[in-house]
């Protein structure tokens, strides 16, 4: 079972807000970057918007991975994304390494 309830606490303590839960992966408000649950209950990786603003994202990040360390849990990089619209009012996710 993932740490929800911790990412929950730590990304409300950053100032920010969870918009949507699917599966493994935690979808932020600002959508400049998501979170993905791995098999080690103290990493989350961190998917970084390939149109987000670089400086706010940067800042963001580091006010999350500061207070996340007061948790026990880390944040790992992942890969950038690029959200689309999909069919049927959803949205499609495509992963890349840059």
Same mark, same amino acid.
């Given at each position: 079972?993932?740490?929800?309830?911790?990412?929950?606490?730590?990304?409300?303590?950053?100032g920010? %807000?969870?918009?949507? &839960?699917y599966? =493994?992966?935690?979808s #932020?408000?600002h959508?400049?970057?998501?979170?993905?649950? !791995?098999?080690n209950?103290?990493?989350?990786?961190?998917h970084?918007?390939h149109?987000? %603003?670089?400086?706010? &994202?940067?800042? =963001?990040?580091?006010? #999350?991975?500061?207070?996340?360390?007061?948790?026990?849990? !880390?944040?790992?990089k992942g890969?950038?994304?690029?959200?689309?619209?999909?069919?049927?009012?959803?949205?499609?996710?495509q992963?890349?390494?840059?």
């Amino acid at each position: 079972m993932y740490p929800l309830g911790i990412v929950k606490q730590i990304v409300e303590e950053a100032g920010m %807000d969870i918009a949507y &839960v699917y599966e =493994d992966l935690v979808s #932020l408000n600002h959508n400049g970057f998501m979170l993905q649950f !791995t098999e080690n209950d103290q990493e989350v990786l961190l998917h970084i918007n390939h149109g987000a %603003d670089g400086e706010q &994202v940067g800042s =963001d990040i580091t006010t #999350l991975v500061t207070v996340a360390k007061g948790h026990g849990l !880390t944040f790992a990089k992942g890969q950038f994304y690029i959200l689309t619209d999909g069919q049927d009012e959803t949205v499609n996710i495509q992963f890349s390494e840059d």
